[in-house]
Nanobody
């Protein structure tokens, strides 16, 4: 059983930065693409960013491109989301996820991910 644990969320002012971390335990995730998704209360879960198994390819939602950066350190079984220039619309619970085993390319679809963390709350005050 793969477990993912997010951390780094909090309450910050608009324009501030946060870095989220997601640490994986259990089976190695080094060959599997990872993604970040977010969900605001009463809203659907939406794609934020994805990174390939090797970390050599990334993709971002239009709403965060240029402000957020996804990265990974496979030696630490950790994926990161650096969030800059935060806006109130970024307020949500942020989840990291791992694709099904053997799938190294990223996907924007939540259904393509087999394992999910519990989420970390990010709140941006204006």
């Amino acid at each position: 059983q793969v477990q993912l644990v997010e951390s780094g969320g909090g309450l910050v002012q608009a324009g501030d930065s946060l870095r989220l971390s997601c640490v994986a335990s259990g089976r190695s995730f080094s060959n599997n693409a990872m993604g970040w998704f977010r969900q605001a209360p009463g809203k659907e879960r939406e794609f934020v960013a994805t990174i390939s198994g090797r970390g050599d390819s990334t993709n971002y939602a239009d709403s965060v491109r240029g402000r957020f950066t996804i990265s990974r350190d496979n030696a630490k079984n950790t994926v990161y989301l650096q969030m800059n220039s935060l806006k109130p619309d970024d307020t949500a619970v942020y989840y990291c996820a791992r694709r099904w085993s053997g799938r190294t390319g990223g996907s924007i679809a939540a259904g393509e991910y087999a394992f999910w963390g519990q989420g970390t709350q990010v709140t941006i005050a204006s």
